[in-house]
């Protein structure tokens, strides 16, 4: 598989200057940074949520987790993890699980953790698991225009923590 055509035409619109990094096959955003010699902090990880009524991207540096319990404090709502199922609804163009942190292009509200704003270079999903995109932290900034961004993050104990979503 190649770049999602959501995201690579929001890209486009955009006139977003990227690379592409190539990889093997890897399933969560840790293993991408080790495969690729990235620092995990400098890799953006969409995690889906969902409060019953509409789903919410939280982008958080795959060094991290997202803090639900934060999240729902600062968006007033009672967030949870949304299922697979539904990130494949949602993200009809890409793999399960391997979805760009640019929520607006998939309609979806987006908050994204100071971590991942303030880094000067970025990498995230292309939409499957054997290719990153690499922007500037400007170009990052950009693209997503004025999207939300809080301290919504803690740092991970470790690279092996259950989610629903495969990160």
């Not at 639900?68 to 697979?84: F, G, T, V, Y």
Request: glycine share 6%; charged share 20%.
């Amino acid at each position: 598989m190649t770049m999602a055509a959501t995201l690579e035409h929001c890209l486009e619109e955009h006139k977003i200057s990227y690379d592409i990094i190539n990889h093997t096959r890897t399933f969560s955003s840790m293993e991408s940074a080790r495969t690729c010699h990235i620092s995990a902090d400098r890799i953006a990880k969409s995690v889906i949520l969902e409060d019953g009524k509409q789903y919410l991207m939280a982008v958080v540096p795959a060094s991290c987790q997202v803090s639900i319990n934060i999240l729902n404090d600062i968006m007033q709502k009672k967030l949870s993890l949304a299922s697979e199922v539904d990130g494949k609804t949602v993200f009809n163009d890409c793999e399960l699980g391997a979805y760009p942190p640019i929520g607006k292009a998939y309609g979806i509200e987006t908050v994204i953790d100071n971590n991942v704003w303030e880094q000067k270079d970025i990498y995230f999903e292309a939409g499957d698991h054997t290719e990153m995109v690499h922007v500037s932290g400007q170009q990052f900034h950009a693209l997503l225009g004025n999207v939300r961004h809080e301290h919504i993050s803690r740092f991970r104990s470790d690279s092996h923590f259950g989610h629903k979503w495969p990160y």
